[in-house]
């Protein structure tokens, strides 16, 4: 077993992430090592429930506790304010106490919206990542950033608030579809780009889902390592941290505009971090040819590059004003120098102009 722990000295918190194929077997004990309480609440998802609910919540009650299991449906349109109003109520007629504890059974929707619910009910209850798919298990999990969408965009409510533990199972990527794995690679990729060549380049050596999943605890191990590295430096998201969002304005800006139904948030970030870098390669930014590069490694993840409907670029940019980054028309974009460096480039919104010309859809 690989045990990364973040640490946030400013609110003298660790939290300890724990990867081994098969821990989701050891639910029960590795939670009764951090928890002395006796109600937990699953939050899952119906997918997930209908692989892993069952084995869990026995595991859970064989070692003692009393488990409610609350299911919604899978899918970005389920974290959404609204469905916040039937999980607190649930919580409550379970009657689950500040002492008691949360467990996110799922993917990423699954964990921002239970971290979101973990955060506010009863001004905060603790809770568990139990992440279920590859984005998930390299990102959304650790850092403590939880919440929903409204329609206005994405993540636009929310708060940081980390968990207490996250037990991170390689094993449960094998239900995944190709599509939803292929979501957690743009994350990987992400990653590479940002902060590790090496990285990068290994994955160029990929070239199938068995070739990754021949090396998937490493990877889960290097990404959770650069992002746990990056929030302990930089926990709320007021400088460094900010270079995990490469792609994401964009990205965000895509899920939003056609309303979470046509482009994943992997797929989303994938694009952004392709416009992104075009344009920021046409103004001397980032080196030339990288863009080429991360366009190969994102097509041979089986990643989309750029929209299907060009003509739809310029619309992204009512989108963009209402990023959470975007403050009276000033907004920090995240470019890459190189490939494994990124920075952030404090901007106005008329950096992203070529969207509107057309200058970054070929
Ligand atoms: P998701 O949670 O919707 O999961 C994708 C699909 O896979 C769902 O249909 C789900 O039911 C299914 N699934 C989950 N685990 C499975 C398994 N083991 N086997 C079979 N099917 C399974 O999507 P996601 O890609 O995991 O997460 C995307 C969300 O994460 C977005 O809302 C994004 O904003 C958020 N996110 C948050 C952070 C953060 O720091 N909090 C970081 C990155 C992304
Ligand atoms: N996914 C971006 C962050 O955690 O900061």
Redesign the pocket.
């Known amino acids: 077993m690989t045990v990364l722990t973040v640490k946030l000295p400013a609110q003298d918190t660790n939290y300890d992430l724990k990867i081994k194929k098969g821990i989701l077997r050891q639910v029960g004990s590795e939670t009764s090592k951090i928890f002395t309480g006796s109600k937990i609440a699953v939050i899952t998802?119906?997918?997930?429930h209908g692989?892993?609910g069952a084995s869990v919540i026995t595991d859970l009650e064989a070692a003692g506790f009393d488990v409610h299991c609350i299911v919604l449906p899978?899918?970005?349109q389920?974290?959404t304010f609204d469905s916040m109003p039937a999980i607190y109520s649930s919580l409550a007629a379970f009657g689950l106490t500040r002492s008691d504890l949360i467990i996110a059974l799922?993917?990423?929707?699954?964990?921002?919206i239970t971290?979101f619910v973990a955060s506010s009910y009863l001004r905060g209850i603790s809770f568990v990542q139990i992440?279920?798919?590859?984005?998930?298990q390299v990102?959304?999990?650790?850092?403590g950033?939880?919440?929903v969408?409204l329609p206005e965009g994405?993540?636009l409510v929310g708060a940081f608030y980390h968990p207490s533990l996250v037990l991170i199972d390689s094993l449960?990527?094998?239900?995944?579809?190709d599509s939803?794995f292929s979501?957690?690679m743009a994350?990987v990729i992400k990653y590479g780009c940002i902060k590790d060549l090496s990285l990068f380049n290994q994955l160029l050596e990929l070239t199938s889902r068995t070739e990754v999943m021949e090396k998937i605890d490493w990877l889960i191990e290097t990404c959770c390592t650069i992002k746990k590295n990056i929030v302990q430096a930089d926990e709320k998201d007021l400088g460094e941290r900010m270079i995990?969002n490469f792609g994401h304005t964009l990205g965000?800006a895509i899920?939003a505009y056609y309303h979470y139904e046509k482009y994943?948030?992997?797929q989303g970030v994938a694009i952004g971090m392709v416009a992104i870098s075009r344009i920021a390669e046409t103004k001397q930014l980032t080196k030339v040819g990288t863009t080429e590069r991360l366009v190969t490694l994102l097509q041979q993840h089986h990643l989309p590059t750029e929209l299907t409907d060009h003509e739809d670029y310029p619309h992204l940019l009512s989108y963009i004003k209402k990023d959470k980054k975007n403050i009276d028309g000033s907004l920090t974009v995240v470019v890459l120098t190189d490939i494994g460096h990124a920075q952030n480039k404090p901007t106005a919104l008329s950096f992203f102009d070529s969207l509107t010309i057309g200058g970054i859809t070929n």
């Open positions: 998802d119906e997918t997930v692989y892993y899978p899918g970005e389920t974290k799922g993917g990423g929707v699954i964990g921002d971290g992440p279920t798919t590859l984005l998930a990102d959304s999990s650790v850092g950033k939880v919440g969408d994405k993540n449960v990527l094998e239900t995944l579809t939803a979501d957690g994350e995990l965000h899920e994943t948030h992997g």
